[in-house]
T-cell receptor, first 114, second 114 residues
């Protein structure tokens, strides 16, 4: 069965600095999707970034980028120029190509220090 | 972007009451909707997967007679917590997905049973 592991329960970073959140996963599939979702205190789930496994190029969305290492089954999220509004729980998620169901990591709480 | 509306956002009711939560995709037709439960400081726990016009698929340990799911159209799914008790108090969140699009989430419902 597929699993997603986030080994950092909590991370903190100084405002304007860069932080990297780690995520590893286990699967025997070759086609799948990976996601990072953000959940601020309001508890909305907000899609941050998405990566298709067949794409070698790392996805980027403004200050957010990923380091996707398919062979190592690693999918880390880098947040550049951290802002106070980035403070939230961040969840890594995996989905097979043929199944819409998401497999979730346990989450990482990101604290931004002013 | 895709918008999912979830109502109500907050419910407080007496033990024994049945509570209905609605999840609507406002600007797209959702092939599949998901219902999650989230305990404090934890990840999302999938309760059931709902496809339009067919019976929901419940995860192991989720009582289908307790948590009734109806997915009558491509834009609406409902979760009814029947005869709710204090142990059913939680945060419930729905999501909607179509084809190869990411899951888009409602804002969640905070349910408190007195």
């Amino acid at each position: 069965a597929q699993t997603v592991t986030q080994s950092q329960p909590e991370m903190s970073v100084q405002e304007a600095e860069t932080v990297t959140l780690s995520c590893t996963y286990d699967t025997s599939e070759s086609d799948y999707y990976l996601f990072w979702y953000k959940q601020p205190p309001s508890r909305q789930m907000i899609l941050v970034i998405r990566q298709e496994a067949y794409k070698q190029q790392n996805a980027t969305e403004n200050r957010f980028s990923v380091n996707f290492q398919k062979a190592a089954k690693s999918f880390s999220l880098k947040i550049s120029d951290s802002q106070l509004g980035d403070a939230a729980m961040y969840f890594c998620a995996y989905r097979e190509d043929s199944n819409y169901q998401l497999i979730w990591g346990a989450g990482t709480k990101l604290i931004i220090k002013p | 972007g895709a918008v999912v509306s979830q109502h109500p956002s907050r419910v407080i009711c007496k033990s024994g009451t049945s509570v209905k939560i609605e999840c609507r995709s406002l600007d797209f037709q959702a092939t599949t909707m998901f219902w999650y439960r989230q305990f404090p400081k934890q990840s999302l726990m999938l309760m059931a997967t709902s496809n339009e016009g067919s019976k929901a698929t419940y995860e192991q340990g989720v009582e289908k007679d307790k948590f009734l799911i109806n997915h009558a159209s491509l834009t609406l799914s409902t979760l009814t917590v029947t005869s709710a008790h204090p142990e059913d108090s939680s945060f419930y969140i729905c999501s909607a997905s179509t084809h190869n699009q990411p899951q888009h989430f409602g804002d969640g419902t905070r349910l408190s049973i007195l």
